[in-house]
């Protein structure tokens, strides 16, 4: 009937039912069987995959609200995997459990914790309080995807309505929305603010389409980066998005929200108007700085232990040098040879907790550097000397011009390179030649560590640089901090080291570092 307006009815948000999946990783069919009895009655849907290429498989094709993966693996075990489940996108944020057999010993941990993991679990566990941290992480999932969906779900029956019903009924769905709505012309003139951001500014629907109302809802930090963001979006005529703080008219609190502005355009491409949304996330900043503290406290306790251990580590040593000279000549073959283990337990434990303190230096920008001329020749050879004796089948040859000077600390290009070439040995289980090569390049020195050992995969050659970095998934000793430090100490020389390798075994790896020359 013509002056009667059709109404049509506002349905509510329907989100579908979410379908959670939990990825079980364990080479052992035994394990995997003892999984599912224990999860099944949780009624998710339970994946099985056997090795850690397998779960890498299974990541590609599907998300998953959690995975429980068995550390102690044939091949790629489960630290490895999770490194790689880290580095792609889509599956950088899914929890991940650890299992083990082997104990929760501190180098496990802080391995473990370093890979990417939410939670670490010792077989054999308890399975209530299994089903319980299973439980926690699947209703983060859900409670997640809920609200991601929701989202959606509100911001699609928006456009709907607003095509169907016209701007009167626009206006009457997203004053129902839990986000903040806003309409405004080409320049920027408010023509609708919806009921949610009127009601949480404590603004009549006047003042809501005012300009000057609105900004004085915002945090006094925020305002030029509003001013500079609007300009932007003015010339460039793009879709937007930024983090602001709006005041809450009850009690004055600032909560942090997202905001999307996104242009409106008529048939012919012609700009006609803009709709800007406003997400709370002020719970989820919160949830991401309490993570980067708690990242930040271990840390901190990584070095705090690492200062303490120094000590008993000093007495240690001095004790063991004492022993020896008390007991002189009347020192028996055996005591001497257990002495000496304890002097190379010692002197390794001193080594890894060196390492640990220089990482919290790098991260913290405190490593200082005491330059000076540094012959390259000379320190490469010293490098090599300390490695003397080597097995038969093993050699380091030295190949760098006289008078090739750098201004550098000399200590620690010293351990740059040591590092190197202690990589180098470990990774050459069959021998061979270790050459460490030294020119001068447009201004640069250019130093090569070239090994004949496994050689390191093409996707790890970035990776292998990181804090715990593995070329391969077996361990062959140390902690991983090693290519992580002499990373950290030629960037802070002012130079750039990286590897190249064909990943063949037996081809061997080059590492190489360039830094620049002294002025003198």
Known sequence: MEGTEQHIPHAPVQVEPLSTSILLVDDQASNLLALEAILEPMGQRLVRASSGAEA????????????????????????????????RERSRYTPIIFLTAHGRDEANLVHGYASGAADYVVKPFHPDVLRWKVEAFVSLYVRQQAVQQQEATLWARERRMLEQQGEQR?????????QFVWALLADGTISYANRGWL???????????????????????????????????????????????????RDGEFRWFLFRTLPEHDEVGRLVGWISTATDVDDARHAAEALRAASEAKDMFLTMAAHELRTPLQAARSYTDLAKVKAGEELTPHVGRALEGVQRSVNRMARLVENLLDVGRLERGELRL???????????????????????????????????????????????????????LRYSPDGGVIHLRAREEKGW??????????????????????RFGRAHGVSYGGLG????????????????????SSGRGGDGSTF?????????
Not at 203 to 221: A, D, F, M, S
Not at 483 to 492: F, P
């Open 56 to 87: 890498l498989r299974w990541l590609l094709r599907e998300d998953f609200a959690l995975i429980l993966l068995d550390v102690r693996m044939p091949g790629m075990d489960g630290f490895e995997t999770a490194r790689i489940i880290r580095q």
């Open 170 to 178: 626009f206006r009457r769905l997203v004053d129902s929305m839990p």
């Open 199 to 249: 009601d949480y500014a404590g603004l009549t629907p006047e003042q809501g389409r005012q300009r000057e109302e609105n900004l004085r809802c915002c945090h006094p930090e925020d305002m030029n980066r509003i001013e500079e963001s609007w300009r932007v979006l003015r010339r460039s005529r793009r879709p937007g998005e930024q983090e602001l703080r709006l005041r809450r008219a």
């Open 370 to 424: 005491k330059t000076g001329d540094v012959d390259v020749g000379s320190l490469l050879g010293e490098v090599a000397g300390h490695f003397e004796p080597l097995p038969e089948d093993r050699f380091i040859h030295v190949e760098a011009p006289r008078g090739l000077v750098v201004r550098a600390d000399g200590e620690r290009l010293d351990q740059v390179f040591s590092n190197l070439v202690s990589n180098a």
């Open 445 to 466: 020195t250019h130093v090569e560590v070239t090994d004949q050992g496994l050689g390191i995969p093409a996707d790890r050659l970035e990776s292998i640089f990181q």
């Open 481 to 500: 901090l090693g290519l992580s430090i002499a990373k950290g100490i030629v960037e802070r020389h002012g130079g750039r080291i990286w590897a190249e």
């Open 512 to 520: 190489h570092v360039l830094l620049p020359r002294s002025s003198r």
